[in-house]
């Protein structure tokens, strides 16, 4: 009996497999990179300029590791088969995100430095002593890691966000800055959709939970309005399923909250450093895009201004992150201006924004995590110049951090460039379109027969043309038309009262 050599068939398994090694080697060097990931919502790293120090520091072996992850053949699919093998294994954490209960997924929470939070508070505390004469307050959003621990997996480890939230609470009071805790209200609704399954964001009903529930702190009468919620989205999915890979076929709706019978006064949206003015708070074109919570806002902008000609002369400067986009909609009633600052991006003078703006309040709305990892804000208030010496190394913090927002990461734009996600932040012009157009998700899943999504959200160029008066007293075309012209009570959305809930 002749026995037949295996030798052939591992020397042609052997050419096989170093062929394709060598294969996607040389794809890698000769595909262009990528400079943003549609799927994971963030700015990708480029290829690291060389610098002796940094070699020197050991620092430069680091970023070009992060540049090869980043820009590796086939990435995103290598995350989502790994996640698959992962959930084959048992295994519910990946990247950093865990897989938890009731279809949710969260990431950790990583505590700051005690140098961090003293330099957060220091900055906080001597903004507070130069600008006294304002009213002042903080409103730190606690994550879903946080509200909903008890759907975290066994043996889950993440640090206590509340023992950090506590410190700074103590500490920012004793600077007579007004601090609003919700975590008890929130905690009270946490068998609801507070936050979604897929990403990192807060949903529009916690933030509306939050306003009402803010309303004295702030000296807000809620009474003004009265609030429907809406459906304009049934395929959401966030950054922490691209992320870890988990979740990937899972797609969840999306609502805002409109003033019910058109009550809500006209307004005017000033996205100050890109130079455009619109008539809404929400870009409907974003919903055909990967980044759908962009919608609000049209994501994060360096500063934008909301001027409304509301009876109460108040003006209110924020200080935010991606957090806050869901959520200014409900204040904006309430105040004739609103700017909003995000730190991020703002490398100005925000001495000279107070002076000239006439601001009379403050607030901080940041959610934990970005909070207490943001390095830009205490550049922002110093307001010495190190806002411009430090945007550098701000920028270059998030793009190696990839949270908020992965916002954050919570969202567009940046004037040096150089953005990145804690809200998964893009420069202007790069977002893209999903590639699974199937997919893809509009308003038009709702108002195909009914309504015309950017006519009900006043989207419309025709509404905010460049030759409009300063002073902003225009017909937006708000009185042409009513909720039922658009077939609003055809939905089964929610007209439950909230008032009373929080």
């Keep these: 009996m002749v026995r037949r050599s295996n030798k052939p068939f591992f020397k042609y398994t052997g050419i096989i497999f170093f062929s394709i090694i060598i294969l996607v080697f040389l794809l890698n060097l000769i595909l262009p990179d990528r400079s943003f990931s549609d799927k994971e919502n963030r700015v990708l790293s480029s290829f690291p300029a060389p610098n002796a120090r940094q070699m020197l520091e050991g620092r430069e072996e680091a970023k070009y590791e992060t540049y090869v992850n980043d820009q590796f053949l086939f990435r995103d699919a290598w995350i989502t088969m790994k996640a698959g093998i992962d959930r084959l294994l048992g295994k519910v954490e990946s990247n950093g995100v865990w897989l938890c209960s009731d279809g949710y997924l969260m990431e950790a929470f990583h505590a700051p430095s ?134 990937s076929g899972e797609k969840e709706e999306m609502y805002v909250f409109l003033p019910r019978n058109d009550t809500a006064p006209d307004y005017v949206v000033n996205y100050v450093t890109d130079r455009v003015k619109s008539a809404s708070y929400y870009k409907t074109e974003r919903l055909q895009t990967r980044d759908k919570y962009a919608m609000f806002f049209d994501g994060n902008h360096a500063e934008v201004k909301i001027s409304t000609p509301s009876a109460e002369d108040r003006t209110l400067l924020i200080f935010k992150d991606s957090y806050a986009n869901c959520f200014v909609p409900f204040l904006a009633p309430h105040y004739r201006n609103i700017i909003m600052i995000d730190p991020r991006y703002y490398y100005g003078r925000i001495d000279d924004v107070i002076a000239a703006e006439n601001v009379s309040e403050i607030l901080y709305l940041y959610n934990a995590n970005t909070f207490f990892s943001d390095t830009s804000l205490p550049l922002t208030l110093a307001d010495d110049g190190s806002s411009d010496a430090g945007a550098e190394t701000a920028a270059e913090a998030e793009v190696s951090t990839g949270t908020e927002n992965s916002s954050s990461a919570d969202t567009t734009a940046s004037p040096a460039g150089d953005t990145a996600g804690t809200d998964g932040t893009t420069s202007p012009g790069s977002e893209s379109e999903a590639s699974d157009t199937e997919d893809s998700d509009s308003a038009e899943n709702y108002d195909s027969e009914d309504y015309d999504s950017d006519t009900w959200y006043g989207d419309d160029e025709s509404y905010y043309d460049e030759s409009y008066d300063e002073n902003y007293d225009y017909d937006y075309g708000y009185d042409d038309y009513s909720y039922d012209d658009y077939g609003y009570d055809d939905y089964s959305y929610d007209e439950y009262d909230y008032s009373n809930d929080y």
């Design 114 to 247: 005690d140098e961090r939070l003293d330099e957060m508070i220091s900055a906080v505390g001597n903004f507070a002593s130069r600008h006294s004469d304002l009213r002042q307050t903080m409103l730190i959003v606690p994550n879903a890691v946080n509200i909903m621990s008890f759907r975290l997996p066994a043996g889950a480890q993440t640090d206590d966000q509340n023992v950090y939230m506590d410190r700074l609470k103590s500490a920012v009071k004793e600077n007579g800055i007004t601090y609003i805790d919700i975590r008890d209200m929130l905690s009270s609704h946490s068998n609801e959709r507070l936050y979604y399954h897929t990403d990192h964001h807060w949903t529009t009903l916690a933030a509306y939970y939050t306003y009402l529930a803010s309303a004295d702190q702030l000296d807000l009468d809620t009474s003004i309005l009265t609030y429907d919620q809406l459906p304009v989205s049934k395929s959401f999915q966030g950054t922490l399923s691209a992320k870890s890979g988990f979740r």
